[in-house]
Protein backbone atom coordinates (compact mmCIF):
# COMPACT_ATOMS: atom_id res chain seq x y z
CA UNK A 1 0.00 0.00 0.00
CA UNK A 2 1.27 3.72 -1.20
CA UNK A 3 1.39 6.89 0.42
CA UNK A 4 -1.12 9.17 -0.72
CA UNK A 5 1.01 11.56 -0.90
CA UNK A 6 3.68 10.11 -2.83
CA UNK A 7 0.46 8.76 -5.44
CA UNK A 8 -0.10 12.20 -6.13
CA UNK A 9 3.64 13.61 -6.63
CA UNK A 10 3.03 10.67 -9.22
CA UNK A 11 -0.28 12.05 -10.90
CA UNK A 12 0.88 15.42 -10.50
CA UNK A 13 4.20 14.76 -12.29
CA UNK A 14 2.28 12.18 -14.87
CA UNK A 15 0.29 15.64 -15.64
CA UNK A 16 3.22 17.84 -15.94
CA UNK A 17 4.48 15.42 -19.13
CA UNK A 18 6.77 13.02 -17.69
CA UNK A 19 6.08 9.82 -18.91
CA UNK A 20 5.89 6.68 -17.01
CA UNK A 21 9.51 5.17 -17.19
CA UNK A 22 10.94 8.77 -15.74
CA UNK A 23 8.39 8.77 -13.13
CA UNK A 24 8.68 4.92 -11.93
CA UNK A 25 12.46 5.20 -11.54
CA UNK A 26 12.10 8.61 -9.87
CA UNK A 27 9.35 7.05 -7.42
CA UNK A 28 10.67 2.96 -7.16
CA UNK A 29 6.80 2.38 -8.29
CA UNK A 30 5.94 0.43 -11.31
CA UNK A 31 4.12 1.43 -14.40
CA UNK A 32 1.36 -0.69 -14.11
CA UNK A 33 0.35 0.90 -10.86
CA UNK A 34 1.48 4.46 -11.97
CA UNK A 35 -0.80 3.45 -15.32
CA UNK A 36 -3.57 2.91 -12.55
CA UNK A 37 -3.24 5.68 -10.67
CA UNK A 38 -3.20 8.05 -14.33
CA UNK A 39 -6.12 6.60 -15.09
CA UNK A 40 -8.20 5.88 -11.82
CA UNK A 41 -8.07 9.25 -9.45
CA UNK A 42 -7.95 8.60 -6.08
CA UNK A 43 -10.85 9.33 -4.19
CA UNK A 44 -10.24 11.65 -0.88
CA UNK A 45 -9.57 9.24 2.47
CA UNK A 46 -10.90 11.52 4.90
CA UNK A 47 -11.14 10.15 8.59
CA UNK A 48 -13.44 12.31 10.26
CA UNK A 49 -11.95 12.13 13.37
CA UNK A 50 -8.67 13.20 11.56
CA UNK A 51 -10.20 16.38 10.14
CA UNK A 52 -10.06 19.74 12.17
CA UNK A 53 -12.14 20.39 13.85
CA UNK A 54 -13.00 15.84 14.31
CA UNK A 55 -16.74 15.18 13.22
CA UNK A 56 -18.64 12.33 13.96
CA UNK A 57 -18.88 9.25 11.40
CA UNK A 58 -21.29 9.40 8.47
CA UNK A 59 -24.02 7.77 8.27
CA UNK A 60 -24.25 7.66 12.42
CA UNK A 61 -26.38 4.88 11.52
CA UNK A 62 -23.98 2.12 9.90
CA UNK A 63 -21.33 3.37 12.63
CA UNK A 64 -23.50 2.05 15.32
CA UNK A 65 -24.33 -1.14 14.37
CA UNK A 66 -20.76 -1.79 13.13
CA UNK A 67 -19.50 -0.36 16.81
CA UNK A 68 -22.19 -2.87 18.14
CA UNK A 69 -20.35 -5.74 16.12
CA UNK A 70 -17.03 -4.55 16.86
CA UNK A 71 -17.15 -4.87 20.91
CA UNK A 72 -18.93 -8.52 20.40
CA UNK A 73 -16.88 -10.23 17.66
CA UNK A 74 -14.29 -8.07 15.64
CA UNK A 75 -10.65 -7.10 16.35
CA UNK A 76 -8.33 -4.87 14.86
CA UNK A 77 -4.38 -5.99 14.16
CA UNK A 78 -2.01 -4.06 12.44
CA UNK A 79 -0.93 -5.61 9.20
CA UNK A 80 1.91 -5.87 6.84
CA UNK A 81 5.21 -3.41 7.77
CA UNK A 82 4.48 -1.69 10.95
CA UNK A 83 6.44 1.53 9.85
CA UNK A 84 3.63 2.03 7.77
CA UNK A 85 0.29 1.85 10.21
CA UNK A 86 -2.02 0.16 8.37
CA UNK A 87 -4.61 -2.11 10.72
CA UNK A 88 -7.54 -4.70 9.95
CA UNK A 89 -10.61 -4.44 10.96
CA UNK A 90 -12.38 -8.30 11.64
CA UNK A 91 -15.58 -9.22 12.59
CA UNK A 92 -16.47 -13.08 12.78
CA UNK A 93 -19.88 -14.05 11.23
CA UNK A 94 -20.94 -17.24 12.30
CA UNK A 95 -21.97 -19.47 9.31
CA UNK A 96 -25.29 -20.26 10.36
CA UNK A 97 -26.49 -17.03 10.00
CA UNK A 98 -25.49 -16.14 6.22
CA UNK A 99 -27.52 -12.72 6.19
CA UNK A 100 -25.25 -11.25 9.33
CA UNK A 101 -21.93 -11.60 6.95
CA UNK A 102 -23.66 -9.17 4.51
CA UNK A 103 -24.86 -6.91 6.80
CA UNK A 104 -21.37 -6.28 8.02
CA UNK A 105 -19.90 -6.03 4.86
CA UNK A 106 -23.07 -3.64 4.13
CA UNK A 107 -21.98 -1.37 7.40
CA UNK A 108 -18.33 -1.53 6.93
CA UNK A 109 -18.30 -0.35 3.61
CA UNK A 110 -20.48 2.47 4.27
CA UNK A 111 -17.93 3.44 6.99
CA UNK A 112 -15.35 3.78 5.06
CA UNK A 113 -15.99 3.68 1.25
CA UNK A 114 -13.08 3.70 0.18
CA UNK A 115 -11.12 0.94 1.30
CA UNK A 116 -12.18 -3.10 0.11
CA UNK A 117 -14.32 -5.11 2.12
CA UNK A 118 -13.54 -8.82 1.59
CA UNK A 119 -14.33 -12.04 3.42
CA UNK A 120 -12.25 -15.01 4.73
CA UNK A 121 -13.78 -18.17 5.40
CA UNK A 122 -12.68 -20.05 8.54
CA UNK A 123 -14.17 -22.99 10.50
CA UNK A 124 -17.52 -22.39 11.45
CA UNK A 125 -17.84 -18.76 10.19
CA UNK A 126 -16.44 -15.86 7.74
CA UNK A 127 -14.43 -12.62 9.10
CA UNK A 128 -15.25 -9.91 7.17
CA UNK A 129 -12.49 -7.45 7.03
CA UNK A 130 -11.38 -4.33 5.86
CA UNK A 131 -7.90 -2.46 5.92
CA UNK A 132 -7.30 1.11 7.00
CA UNK A 133 -4.93 3.65 8.78
CA UNK A 134 -7.68 4.97 10.80
CA UNK A 135 -9.65 2.11 12.37
CA UNK A 136 -8.37 2.38 15.65
CA UNK A 137 -9.30 6.50 14.93
CA UNK A 138 -12.82 5.66 14.68
CA UNK A 139 -12.84 2.27 17.59
CA UNK A 140 -10.45 3.99 19.70
CA UNK A 141 -11.22 0.59 22.30
CA UNK A 142 -8.63 -0.83 20.37
CA UNK A 143 -6.04 -2.25 22.40
CA UNK A 144 -3.92 -5.61 23.26
CA UNK A 145 -5.22 -8.68 24.62
CA UNK A 146 -8.81 -9.45 24.76
CA UNK A 147 -11.52 -6.92 25.35
CA UNK A 148 -12.72 -8.74 28.53
CA UNK A 149 -9.44 -8.47 30.12
CA UNK A 150 -9.33 -4.61 29.54
CA UNK A 151 -11.41 -1.18 30.29
CA UNK A 152 -13.95 -0.68 27.42
CA UNK A 153 -15.62 2.52 27.22
CA UNK A 154 -17.11 4.51 24.92
CA UNK A 155 -15.78 8.09 24.32
CA UNK A 156 -17.99 10.97 24.41
CA UNK A 157 -18.14 11.30 20.78
CA UNK A 158 -18.97 7.98 20.23
CA UNK A 159 -21.53 8.18 23.00
CA UNK A 160 -23.24 10.93 20.72
CA UNK A 161 -23.84 8.49 17.93
CA UNK A 162 -24.99 5.81 20.40
CA UNK A 163 -27.65 8.19 21.81
CA UNK A 164 -28.39 9.69 18.51
CA UNK A 165 -29.01 5.80 17.01
CA UNK A 166 -29.55 3.35 19.58
CA UNK A 167 -31.48 1.25 18.13
CA UNK A 168 -28.62 0.20 15.79
CA UNK A 169 -26.09 -0.08 18.54
CA UNK A 170 -28.45 -3.06 20.06
CA UNK A 171 -28.98 -4.65 17.24
CA UNK A 172 -25.24 -4.74 16.16
CA UNK A 173 -24.21 -6.15 19.84
CA UNK A 174 -27.09 -8.49 19.69
CA UNK A 175 -26.08 -9.65 16.18
CA UNK A 176 -22.65 -10.16 17.20
CA UNK A 177 -23.11 -12.02 20.57
CA UNK A 178 -26.83 -12.39 21.22
CA UNK A 179 -29.78 -14.41 20.30
CA UNK A 180 -33.30 -14.45 19.82
CA UNK A 181 -35.04 -18.09 20.33
CA UNK A 182 -37.76 -19.85 21.88
CA UNK A 183 -37.83 -20.78 25.54
CA UNK A 184 -39.84 -24.04 26.57
CA UNK A 185 -40.79 -24.01 30.17
CA UNK A 186 -42.29 -27.07 32.30
CA UNK A 187 -45.03 -26.54 34.41
CA UNK A 188 -46.25 -29.66 37.19
CA UNK A 189 -50.28 -28.88 37.16
CA UNK A 190 -53.00 -31.69 38.64
CA UNK A 191 -54.14 -32.89 35.39
CA UNK A 192 -50.04 -33.47 34.41
CA UNK A 193 -47.48 -31.14 33.24
CA UNK A 194 -48.31 -28.08 30.44
CA UNK A 195 -45.62 -26.79 28.54
CA UNK A 196 -45.25 -22.84 27.46
CA UNK A 197 -43.16 -21.18 24.76
CA UNK A 198 -42.35 -18.06 24.52
CA UNK A 199 -39.43 -16.03 22.31
CA UNK A 200 -36.40 -14.74 24.45
CA UNK A 201 -33.11 -12.32 23.22
CA UNK A 202 -30.04 -13.47 25.65
CA UNK A 203 -26.83 -11.50 25.56
CA UNK A 204 -23.59 -12.95 26.63
CA UNK A 205 -20.11 -11.04 26.81
CA UNK A 206 -17.22 -11.71 29.14
CA UNK A 207 -16.58 -8.37 29.53
CA UNK A 208 -18.54 -6.24 32.24
CA UNK A 209 -17.42 -3.38 30.54
CA UNK A 210 -19.54 -4.09 27.39
CA UNK A 211 -22.54 -6.05 29.54
CA UNK A 212 -22.84 -2.22 31.35
CA UNK A 213 -23.01 -1.06 27.91
CA UNK A 214 -25.73 -3.14 26.79
CA UNK A 215 -27.50 -2.66 29.43
CA UNK A 216 -27.43 1.30 29.48
CA UNK A 217 -28.71 0.92 25.27
CA UNK A 218 -31.42 -1.51 26.67
CA UNK A 219 -32.54 1.05 29.46
CA UNK A 220 -32.43 3.79 26.83
CA UNK A 221 -34.63 2.21 24.32
CA UNK A 222 -37.02 1.02 27.41
CA UNK A 223 -36.41 -2.41 27.09
CA UNK A 224 -36.67 -4.41 30.34
CA UNK A 225 -33.70 -6.54 30.82
CA UNK A 226 -32.04 -8.83 33.65
CA UNK A 227 -29.40 -10.82 34.87
CA UNK A 228 -29.86 -14.63 33.88
CA UNK A 229 -26.35 -15.79 34.60
CA UNK A 230 -23.03 -14.23 35.44
CA UNK A 231 -22.14 -12.78 32.01
CA UNK A 232 -25.60 -13.01 30.30
CA UNK A 233 -28.23 -10.55 30.02
CA UNK A 234 -31.66 -12.02 29.44
CA UNK A 235 -34.39 -10.15 27.58
CA UNK A 236 -38.02 -12.39 28.11
CA UNK A 237 -40.87 -10.16 28.93
CA UNK A 238 -43.30 -9.70 26.02
CA UNK A 239 -43.33 -6.08 25.23
CA UNK A 240 -39.40 -5.93 25.81
CA UNK A 241 -39.33 -9.09 23.48
CA UNK A 242 -41.60 -7.19 20.70
CA UNK A 243 -39.56 -3.99 21.36
CA UNK A 244 -36.47 -5.20 20.00
CA UNK A 245 -38.43 -7.48 17.34
CA UNK A 246 -39.06 -4.05 15.66
CA UNK A 247 -35.42 -3.54 14.76
CA UNK A 248 -33.57 -6.32 15.93
CA UNK A 249 -34.86 -9.90 14.97
CA UNK A 250 -33.36 -13.30 14.29
CA UNK A 251 -30.26 -13.26 12.79
CA UNK A 252 -31.59 -14.25 9.26
Known sequence: MYDQDLRARAVAM??????????????????????????????????????????????GCDYAYLLGL???????????????????????????????????????????????????????????????????????????????????????WQQSVVAAFPNEFARGLFHSDGCRFTNRVRRPLADGDHWYEYPRYMFTNESADIRVLCGEVLDALGVAWRYSKRNTISVARREAVARLDEFVGPKY
Open 14 to 59: LAAGHNLQDVSQALAVPCFTLRYWRESPARPRSCPRCAQPPSLPDP
Open 70 to 156: YLGDGCINLIGDPRKRVWVLRIACADKWPGLAEECRRAMSAVRPDNRVWTQQSIGCSFVSASSRHWPCLFPQQGPGPKHLRKIALEP
